[in-house]
């Protein structure tokens, strides 16, 4: 393996120019007997040759559910560890290592393990979007489907830590009442967009709805019409009535969005920084079609999670399939 790759996280390996990279990718998927997960984050290229694209726990159990040999996950870096707790006997690859995420990085390890150890009589939900050290950690997985759901399973006097992300434990306080701990820990992405930028828009679309994730912060939750999951702003943009939609998430949804409903007029909700139109992860947006390409053929990068960790974190993601 050349040193260079190694420093970069990814094969930076020269590729034909001539190489239509869709067709040779989908031919090597057959020839190593391999899938491909795209989340709804990544570029509308990588969607368009994935096998599975969704939201990460789901791709990881269609993966799972799968004969593959080896799962290629276009997202980053925990999820590839969920789809290696659930599928052990596979080799798991990410096309570039260095695509983390900010929320899973706001709650380190060690750091967790202490405020935990601090409040022993409480229950520990932690969001999906955690390392496996995180879920090694708790005793319950949620995802934001399923997370109001899974707190309403555990008793009223039940003392409860949610973690990591701050504006979802709260969101998740509003509607069950409850007082959790609350991690001090967010995601970049839902963390940036601007509620000005998002009310000009609404006057210049006055019939558009205001949709966001619960991971945006309370103000951005305030003025939308609805909120949910990536999975569910989808299905909401196809079930209802309306026909403009303002998204306040991750951009790369507005592809499956747009293609589900070409009649609908879909606008990004723009972030704080003035130089952008939309508001984009930039780990997940570190991958494309010549990484996957590469990363198909060297078999490199590979994600793997010591077996002791493994064991653990599966633990609370199978709770909460149980509960769910």
Known sequence: MKDSWIKKGFVDEPVDSQINLANRIRDLVKEKNAVILAHYYQDADIQDIADFVGDSLDLSRKAAETEADIILF???????????????GKKVLIPDQMAGCSLADSCPPEAFAVFRNEHPDHIVVT??????????????CCTSTNALKIIQHIPEGQKIIFAPDRNLGNYLNSLTGREMLVWDGACHVHEEFSLEKILL?????????????????KPIRIVSDFIGSTSALLEFSKTDSGTTYIVATESGIL????????HKLFIPAPPKDSTCACNDCKFMKLHNLKKIYNTLKFEWPEVSVPEDIRQLAEVPIRRMLDWS
């Open 74 to 88: 276009a997202g980053v870096h925990f999820m590839a560890e969920t789809a290696k707790i659930l599928s052990p």
């Open 127 to 140: 969001y999906v979007n955690t390392s496996a050290a995180i879920k090694a950690l708790s005793d319950v």
């Open 201 to 217: 828009l609404k006057s210049e679309y006055p019939d558009a709805k205001v949709i966001c994730h619960p991971e945006c912060v």
């Open 255 to 262: 592809h499956q969005m747009k293609k589900a409903n070409p």
